[in-house]
């Protein structure tokens, strides 16, 4: 895989096995090498903002790790898309959130879309990001299966049911095109989740946000194409006190 596009998959949460490197089997090929990496300060699932708040740091620590690891992308492992501006600062190669990419695609894919996502608390967080990425009058409704992250895997058969009722509950009452993962623990539960909806007949797309960023992260790598330095400028040397300097290459 000398020539392969290297991308990595920091997941900013501390618990360990949540996120196996056999995850990435279904969508690595010749061309695409996936490596991963998480987090090892933060908290064990990212459920609110100040869980969001809390992983940044070393998240972004993370992605310059893995530029400097010789990586030509990162992507980073949830929908919150932690450190996202702050990591896209640090590197040249192109940084992927998971939930800007998702939003964008479904913009494409329909006129609305839903997400339907883990907690009835983060409904205000994916309002607040289709603000922050432009496409607030595509966002049908976000719904939650109040099932939390952890325990996602548990039972997967009705976490795919409960996906299935809030789905349809938002094709129905919010007239969505496009469901959307408001989670990246429901990581392979997209085919599951589409083939159900056609059963019933709802003919729609379910974008499982992880497979979608890898990919739009190797494309742009392929490419050679990443974020605007004029937009995201390297950050100045400044004393930091509590983090080691981090090892920020500066490209020309």
Do not use: W
Not at 11 to 23: A, L, N, Q, V, Y
Not at 134 to 148: C, E, H, N, R, T
Not at 216 to 231: D, E, I, R, T, W
């Amino acid at each position: 895989m000398s020539n392969a596009i290297n991308v990595r998959v920091v997941s900013p949460i501390t618990t360990k096995g949540f996120r196996k490197d056999s995850d990435f089997d279904t969508i690595r090929n010749s061309d695409l090498n996936i490596s991963h990496s998480q987090i090892e300060i933060g908290p064990a699932s990212i459920e609110t903002e100040f869980d969001e708040a809390m992983c940044q740091p070393d998240t972004i620590l993370k992605i310059i790790d893995a530029e400097n690891e010789g990586c030509d992308a990162a992507v980073i492992d949830c929908m919150g898309d932690p450190g996202l501006k702050g990591a896209r600062e640090c590197v040249s190669i192109p940084v992927v959130g998971p939930c800007e990419t998702a939003m964008h695609y479904a913009s494409m894919l329909g006129h609305k879309f839903t997400v339907v996502t883990v907690l009835e608390r983060l409904i205000p967080q994916f309002e607040n990001q289709s603000l922050l990425y432009g496409v607030p009058s595509k966002l049908a409704s976000v719904k939650a299966v109040d099932i939390p992250v952890l325990e996602l895997e548990n039972d997967l058969n009705e976490t795919v049911n409960q996906l299935k009722i809030k789905s349809v509950e938002a094709i129905k009452e919010n007239n969505a095109d496009v469901i959307i993962f408001g989670c990246t623990g429901l990581f392979g539960c997209a085919e599951a989740l589409q083939n159900k909806l056609k059963e019933d007949g709802y003919n729609v797309p379910v974008i499982d946000p992880i497979p979608l960023a890898v990919n739009s992260a190797y494309v742009l790598a392929k490419l050679k194409l990443s974020q605007s330095k004029k937009c995201y400028p390297y950050p100045p040397e400044k004393g930091m006190v509590g983090f080691e300097k981090p090892k920020i290459k500066i490209a020309n």
